[in-house]
């Protein structure tokens, strides 16, 4: 279903996208994709191989070529043929199933909205909202 699996970090280098099983159950990842959008672009896809199963608790770290890691599969996949994952505030990395169906997603937008308020007395008052 993977319903479960969740993008659990995106590298600020770009050599890697992380995900995480969040159940107790093995997810069956084989032909889902990874895509990552710059500014609603697409930028890149990794498909998994056939047969990839996550298993329940675990993560999974898709390395770019770019990070030097080393292929052990199922915990770290090297992505030889990507030399970085898309990083900035535009990107947006998704997770797909093989029916193209979005199951997660990761903005990778760090919007700080900064709101002045001018109350009594001339206090001003700051909010930051900041969203990962």
């Excluded at 898709?62 to 970085?84: G, M, R, T, V």
């Amino acid at each position: 279903s993977t319903g479960s699996v969740k993008i659990w970090d995106v590298h600020d280098r770009g050599d890697y996208v992380r995900l995480v099983n969040t159940s107790n159950h093995d997810e069956y990842l084989g032909g889902c994709v990874i895509q990552q959008t710059v500014s609603d672009s697409a930028f890149c896809s990794y498909k998994f191989p056939p047969n990839f199963v996550l298993k329940g608790g675990a993560m999974c770290t898709i390395w770019s070529n770019q990070s030097q890691a080393l292929h052990n599969p199922p915990s770290d996949l090297l992505w030889k043929d990507q030399e970085a994952w898309a990083i900035g505030p535009d990107v947006n990395t998704v997770l797909y199933k093989p029916n193209g169906q979005a199951t997660t997603g990761l903005n990778n937008t760090t919007t700080i909205t900064r709101r002045l308020n001018l109350i009594m007395g001339g206090l001003v008052q700051e909010e930051y909202h900041v969203t990962r």
